[in-house]
C-alpha cells in the first residue's frame, strides 16, 4: 500500500472514532435494546448507522481500510489456488473483491474453458497415461519474476495430485500450457520460480516408483524414490520446455515445500521432507498407521539442492531417462555437491527464505519453534565438511548446529513465513489458529525497535490457518501492508450453507509497527480448499483490455491469418467435410443458416470482429457441448461428427446488447 493512501485512510478513520466515541452514550443505549445489523434495516448518517450496528472503533477502522468507493480499483491482486476446483482466482486487495476464476486444470464454461477444439487441446496436455483428468488439486501459484521480483507476465500453478504444472498468461489471464511429470504422480514443492524465471521447481510429495511403474512396498526403499524437478521456461515463448527440464532424484521420503534461494542464495533450492522414516503404513494388517510411522523420528531433512550445479551436470551428459524425461541420478546428486540434507524439527512443513536469501526459515508442524538457518553458515559447513553423517543413501548431512542461526518459539503449530519490509516476518500457527508477527535478526536487526528473533504479537485467526500471503511477501522486496491468512476450517463464521462450509480468507492489516496487527475483512470464496497465494502490485499487472488483433489466436497468442474476417465468412463442402467461417458481433452471427447432412464431419470457426472493451459474445451449439467465450478479436475453433438428422439453435450466451436474445442461428442436420 502507498504510505500517500495509508496517511489518508488512517486520519479518517480515526475522525470516525472519535465521532463514534462522541456518541458512545447513544450508542450503549441502543445495543442494549438489542439493535444490530441482522434485526434491523438501519439508515440515516454513518454515524446513526455505525451505532445502530453496534460497530466497534476497530470495525469501523476496517471498514474504512478495505472499503473501495463504486468504481475505484484495488492496490494488490491476490492470485490465490483454487483448490481441488483445479483454477486459480484473482482477487482484489484491500477491498477482497473477487475479480476473476481463471480455468486452469478444470474445464470453465463462462471463459469457454475445455468447450473449444483448442482450449481442450491445452486441457488434454494434462492427460495421465492417455486418460483425461478434469479436476486439478491446486496448490502454489507462482508469479515469475525478474530479480526476485514478480514482473507480471506469467503465472504458474501446480496440480498436487497428477504432479501437473500450468502456465497462464497475464496479458490475458489465461491458461496456455499444462505439463504432466513424466516420473512422479503427485507433486507439493511447486510451483516456485526461480529469481529470473529460468525454472519452476516442482517438487515431488509421496514417494513411488519413478514413473510410477509397478513395484512392490516390500520394495520400498530399493525401488521407491523422491523428485525435485526443474522446468525450464521459456519466457519469449510462454512456454515450459519439457526438453530441457530435468529432474533430479532423492531418496523416498516426501519431499513437501520447496522455495528458491534468492540474491546471496541464488541459484540454491530448498525442500523440506517428511518420512526419512520411510513409512510404508499398513493399518489393517496391525502395523502403524503413517500418520505415526511417517512423524516418528524428531528431525526430518531440509534439502539443500545447488541446481544450477544439477543443470550442469545434466547437460554434461549425467542424468539418465525415466519416460523421456532427464533424471540426475541420486548417486550422481550426492557425490558431485548437487544435494546435502540437513536436520531439521519436527514433522516440518514450510520451508521460506528471507528477501535477502540469507537465512531460511523452516517451521516443523510439531515444534513450536521456526528454525532459521543461516545461507552463509551452510556454505562454510559444507566447505570444511561438517557433516554429522551421510543417509542411508550417502547423502551428506550437514550438521544441525553448524547450519542453524536461531530458534524462535511461536506457539502451536507454525506452517509457513513470509516477510514485511521492516525485518518483520509473519508465521501462520495452524494449531493457535493465529498469524505470529515476530522480529528476523541478522542484517535485519536494525529495521525494527524490537529485539532481534522475538515473537512480536499473536492475531487470532478463524480457523486452522495454513499459508499466509503478505503483499510481494515472498520476493527480494516485500511491500508488507496487507496479509491474507488462508483458512482451512471457518466453523461459525457465516450463515450456515449446509456442512460443507465456506472456506475463508481473512485479510490481515499489518502496516503498523509492534503489537498492531488487526483481522479486517472475511472472504468466504464459495470454492475449496485454496492453498497459497501471492500479492502482487496490480500496476505491474499489464493485462490487454482487448486482443491486439481481429482473428486472434489465445493459444498461440498470435493473429490466425485463417480466422474467419468480417465480410469473408463462408461454408465450404468437401465431400463429408464440411469447414465455417463464422463472424460474430452485435447483434448477429454470420451466417445465421447452416445447412449440413448426417454424417459431416464439421469444423467450425467464429471470430468476435469487435473492437469494443468488454464486447464479449459467448457461442454455443446445444446438445454437442461447445460453449466459446469469443472476447473482442478472438478467435475459436469447434468440431464434431453430426450423428444424428436434427434441428439446433446456436446462440449468443452474453448479454451483449438489447438484442443480445436475436443473436441466434439455426443449424439443420439433414438426415
Ligand atoms: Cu452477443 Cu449476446
Not at 57 to 75: H, M, N, R
Not at 170 to 189: C, W, Y
Request: aromatic letters at 10%.
Amino acid at each position: 500500500m502507498s504510505s500517500t493512501l495509508r496517511r489518508k485512510l488512517v486520519p479518517v478513520a480515526l475522525s470516525i472514532i472519535a465521532l463514534l466515541v462522541a456518541a458512545g452514550a447513544w450508542l450503549i443505549g441502543c445495543r442494549s435494546t438489542g439493535g444490530n445489523a441482522t434485526a434491523t434495516i438501519v439508515s440515516g448518517d454513518a454515524d446513526s448507522v455505525i451505532a445502530a450496528r453496534g460497530l466497534t472503533p476497530a470495525d469501523v477502522y476496517a471498514a474504512v481500510k478495505t472499503y473501495q468507493p463504486s468504481g475505484k480499483k484495488d492496490e494488490y491482486v491476490l492470485f490465490a489456488s483454487g483448490g481441488h476446483s483445479g483454477q486459480v482466482l484473482a482477487v482484489g486487495v484491500p477491498s477482497m473483491r473477487l475479480l476473476k476464476l481463471i480455468g486452469v486444470f478444470t474445464p470453465e464454461p463462462w471463459q469457454g474453458w475445455g468447450f473449444s477444439r483448442d482450449t481442450r487441446r491445452v486441457l488434454d496436455e494434462g492427460d495421465v497415461d492417455g486418460k483425461s483428468i478434469h479436476w486439478g488439486d491446486t496448490h502454489h501459484p507462482a508469479l515469475s519474476e525478474t530479480a526476485g521480483d514478480y514482473d507480471g507476465q506469467f503465472l504458474f500453478i501446480n496440480d498436487k495430485a497428477q504432479a501437473r504444472v500450468a502456465v497462464i498468461d497475464l496479458r490475458d489471464f489465461e491458461t496456455k500450457q499444462l505439463v504432466k511429470n513424466p516420473i512422479a504422480m503427485s507433486d507439493h514443492g511447486g510451483s516456485v520460480a526461480t529469481p529470473n524465471t529460468d525454472y519452476v521447481i516442482e517438487g515431488g510429495q509421496y514417494a513411488g516408483p519413478l514413473g510410477w511403474r509397478y513395484a512392490s512396498l516390500e520394495q520400498y526403499q530399493q525401488q521407491y524414490r523422491g523428485m525435485v524437478t526443474f522446468w525450464k521456461f521459456d519466457r519469449k515463448a510462454g512456454r515450459i520446455v519439457p526438453a530441457e527440464s530435468f529432474s533430479i532424484e532423492v531418496p523416498p521420503y516426501w519431499q513437501d515445500i520447496c522455495d528458491a534461494g534468492k540474491k546471496v542464495s541464488d541459484g540454491w533450492a530448498f525442500c523440506n521432507s517428511i518420512n526419512t522414516e520411510m513409512a510404508t503404513g499398513g493399518i489393517e494388517q496391525g502395523k502403524p498407521p503413517f500418520e505415526a510411522g511417517v512423524s516418528k523420528r524428531d528431525m526430518d531433512y531440509l534439502h539443500v539442492i545447488d541446481w544450477r550445479k544439477a543443470a550442469q551436470l545434466v547437460a554434461a551428459g549425467r542424468a539418465r531417462t525415466v519416460n523421456g524425461f532427464r533424471v540426475l541420478p541420486l548417486d550422481v546428486a550426492a557425490k558431485e555437491g548437487v544435494l546435502w540434507f540437513v536436520p531439521e524439527p519436527k514433522s516440518p512443513h514450510g520451508v521460506d527464505v528471507t528477501p535477502g536469501g540469507d537465512f531460511i526459515v523452516v517451521s516443523g508442524k510439531l515444534d513450536p519453534h521456526v528454525t532459521v538457518y543461516s545461507f552463509a553458515k551452510l556454505q562454510q559447513a559444507i566447505a570444511a565438511h561438517r557433516y554429522s553423517g551421510k543417509d542411508v543413501f550417502g547423502v551428506p548431512v550437514v550438521d544441525f548446529d553448524a547450519a542453524m542461526e536461531k530458534q524462535v518459539e511461536l506457539g502451536l503449530g507454525p506452517l509457513h513465513t513470509q516477510f514485511g519490509p521492516d525485518g518483520y516476518a509473519y508465521t501462520s500457527l495452524f494449531l493457535d489458529s493465529a498469524v505470529a508477527r515476530w522480529t528476523l535478526g541478522g542484517p535485519y536487526a536494525s529495521l525494527h525497535p524490537e529485539a532481534p528473533w522475538t515473537l512480536v504479537q499473536k492475531v487470532p485467526v478463524q480457523y486452522n490457518i495454513g499459508h499466509l500471503s503478505v503483499a510481494e511477501g515472498d520476493t527480494v522486496s516485500p511491500d508488507g501492508g496487507y496479509l491474507v491468512a488462508m483458512n482451512k476450517w471457518s466453523v461459525d463464521r457465516f450463515l450456515t450453507v449446509g456442512p460443507l462450509h465456506p472456506q475463508n480468507f481473512q485479510l490481515v492489516d499489518i502496516s503498523g509497527k509492534g503489537p498492531s496487527m488487526q483481522v479486517l475483512y472475511d472472504m468466504p470464496i464459495g470454492i475449496g480448499e485454496p492453498h497459497y497465494a501471492q500479492m502482487i502490485k496490480a500496476d505491474k499487472l499489464k493485462a490487454w483490455e482487448i486482443y491486439p488483433q481481429i482473428g486472434w489466436d489465445a493459444r498461440t497468442m498470435t493473429a490466425d491469418a485463417t480466422a474467419p474476417q468480417a465480410g469473408k465468412e463462408r461454408f465450404v463442402r468437401n465431400g463429408n467435410q464440411v469447414e465455417i467461417w463464422m463472424t460474430a458481433t452485435r447483434s448477429h452471427f454470420t451466417p445465421e443458416h447452416i445447412q449440413i447432412k448426417k454424417g459431416d464431419h464439421v469444423v467450425w470457426h467464429v471470430t468476435n470482429v469487435e473492437t469494443a472493451k468488454d464486447a464479449t459474445h459467448g457461442f454455443t451449439l446445444p446438445g454437442f457441448d461447445v460453449n466459446l467465450s469469443l472476447e473482442p478479436g478472438e478467435t475459436e475453433t469447434f468440431e464434431f461428427l453430426a450423428e444424428k438428422g436434427g434441428t439446433y439453435t446456436y446462440y449468443c450466451t452474453e448479454f451483449c446488447s438489447a438484442l443480445h436474445l436475436e443473436m441466434v442461428g439455426y443449424m439443420t442436420v439433414q438426415g
